[in-house]
Nanobody
């Protein structure tokens, strides 16, 4: 069974940090770009960050640029999202996703580009 499992969410005060992890199992995603999305209560899912299949390119939403860092560890089949200087508006369920197209040129950022999704992990930032 192919699945992505997120972990590392929790409650943190504004200005704090969290590191989200995404573990892939059932198959390797070493040839797929990976991304993080989030969905706040009552809002639509939005793109947060993505990393190319090679790991050489990254792309961020303007709202998190300079605060969040996406990375991947191919041998471990893991993807991470380091979140620093968290703000209350970062509160959401965070989802890990794998690009549906292997060896894509460029970095996907639309939800429709991703074919495998995790179940999500809650991040709550208190003011």
């Amino acid at each position: 069974q192919v699945q992505l499992v997120e972990s590392g969410g929790g409650l943190v005060q504004a200005g704090g940090s969290l590191r989200l992890s995404c573990a892939a199992s059932g198959r390797t995603f070493s040839n797929n770009a990976m991304g993080w999305f989030r969905q706040a209560l009552g809002k639509e899912r939005e793109f947060v960050a993505a990393i190319s299949w090679s790991g050489s390119m990254t792309h961020y939403a303007d709202s998190v640029k300079g605060r969040f860092t996406i990375s991947r560890d191919k041998p471990k089949n893991m993807v991470y999202l380091q979140m620093n200087n968290l703000k209350p508006e970062d509160t959401a369920v965070y989802y890990c996703a794998a690009d549906a197209a292997p060896l894509r040129i460029g970095i996907p950022h639309l939800g429709a580009d991703f074919g495998t999704w995790g179940q999500g992990t809650q991040v709550t930032v208190s003011s």
